[in-house]
């Protein structure tokens, strides 16, 4: 999916920033596999710090990799992003929220909307899937 390479997310990000200038734009990232969150650790601190704010998911691990947890911990406290609280966004004014990642971040978003109960969201909200790859947005 978008979330796979932070080039990826770079592009991702180009795109929403090209689209929305006068919105803040915000990550909600779930990595996929530890071993592709610590070979290109730098590169995501770098892409997810292009946002304006960037919020960690729990890692979506592969069947292969096991007992990642302390792992994932040193890793994510490198990258030093806040995890994923649903109630840590408040300000629903002028953003755009997208959630970027390969397991269950699909429910994670519409689980968000839901709770939010937001009647603003703009219905040109995007949900967007080709061979696997999601990428979801909601502009509000």
Do not use: Q
Request: aromatic residues 16%; contains cysteine.
């Amino acid at each position: 999916d978008y979330a796979h390479h932070p080039t990826e997310i770079k592009v991702v990000y180009d795109v929403l920033k090209n689209e929305y200038k006068d919105k803040r734009i915000i990550a909600v990232f779930e990595p996929h596999t530890i071993s592709r969150l610590n070979t290109f650790l730098d590169d995501f601190k770098n892409v997810l710090s292009l946002f304006d704010d960037c919020f960690m998911c729990d890692l979506f691990s592969s069947a292969r990799e096991n007992n990642v947890y302390s792992i994932e911990k040193r890793l994510y406290d490198y990258l030093g992003f806040k995890m994923f609280n649903k109630n840590e966004i408040v300000d629903l004014e002028d953003v755009v929220i997208v959630f970027l990642g390969a397991g269950s971040i699909d429910k994670l978003c519409m689980t968000y909307i839901d709770e939010k109960n937001v009647s603003k969201i703009n219905k040109s909200t995007c949900w967007f899937y080709e061979n696997y790859w999601k990428l979801h947005f909601v502009v509000l």
